[in-house]
């Protein structure tokens, strides 16, 4: 049986995150963590573990936590899968196309630490702290949230779509002090939940246009390869594998909306129906049970859980 392999984004970090791994890879976390620390000019292995959770939370501590974590968890699985191992596609939520892209073998994980930790750091300077953020509409189709956009843009502010994340789940990007606002003309279209994301700028919008603009010049110090397994771009929502375009839809993707369930649209209709979550957390195995139950899901954010995947899914013992 082949997978499609799903890499989380930000917000999915909480301190302790990697605590039950300590004891089944701890030479792996060590040697992985010397060279994250180092790139990223601080310990963030004893961030992850202690926090504080506010620290962890910045966009520039949360991007490569989330990166490093579920790399050390795909990296677990190939060793434990070893021959069984049979990747049909991977995609990743925003932050989680670089991982995406290192378990793909596109780009090593030392520079996608690298990119990762500026691509924190712009995001973070493009709005000042606590002045912008994100919210998740739940139980609104798209073209009423599309209406809500509008509304805004009606009185010049700026409202907008980050993520489309399934038939009734997208994404705002605003500014902090429109929040009410913006939770009351949901509901009174019709939303059931309205709830701010723990992420600490509005992405995939316009607000990150400077930001995008720098981080070319970044990107361009890089080299890709072409992905080993098929990659889905969040941008397009299509398969990719040009190098030079995979860097171009990453500086679009800072701007744009990510087209999630559109890439849940592409594996279901290829007939992709099986799909496991690497790293921490549970939201887009969660996604896709509730898009299409009946796609067979697995996610590995803890030991049970991947105890679970490899003895139910895979046919091996776990640890």
Known sequence: MSWVFLFPGQGSQKVGMLEEWKSIIPQEIDTLFAKVNRICGLDLLKLILEGPEEELNLTFN?????LAVSM???????????????????????LGEYS?????????IEE???????RGELMQEAVPQGTGTMVAVLGLPIAQVEKIVAFFQDAKEVVEIA???????????????????????????????????????????????????????????????????????????????????IKRLLIRQMTAPVRWKEIMDLFYNNRMKSVVEIGPGTVLSKLFEREYPAVQTFHTGSL???QSFLREAVGIDGF
Do not use: W
């Open 62 to 66: 949360a991007q490569p936590a989330i």
């Open 100 to 108: 995406a892209l290192c378990a793909a073998e596109s780009i090593d």
């Open 112 to 118: 996608a630490i690298f990119l990762v930790r500026k």
């Open 304 to 306: 049970k859980a991947m």
């Open 72 to 94: 050390l968890i795909f990296r677990l699985l190939q060793q434990r899968m070893g021959s069984n191992i049979a990747i049909a596609a991977v995609a990743g939520h925003s």
């Open 163 to 245: 993520n489309i994340n399934s038939s009734e789940q997208v994404v705002l990007s605003l500014r902090k002090e429109l929040l009410e606002k913006v939770i009351e003309k949901a509901r009174e279209l019709g939303g059931k939940k309205i709830v701010e994301l723990r992420v600490s700028a509005p992405f995939h919008s316009s607000y990150m246009k400077e930001a995008a603009e720098r981080f070319g010049a970044f990107l361009e110090g890089v080299t890709f390869r072409r992905p080993r397994y098929p990659y889905v771009s969040n941008v397009t929502a299509s398969y990719v594998n040009d190098p030079e375009e």
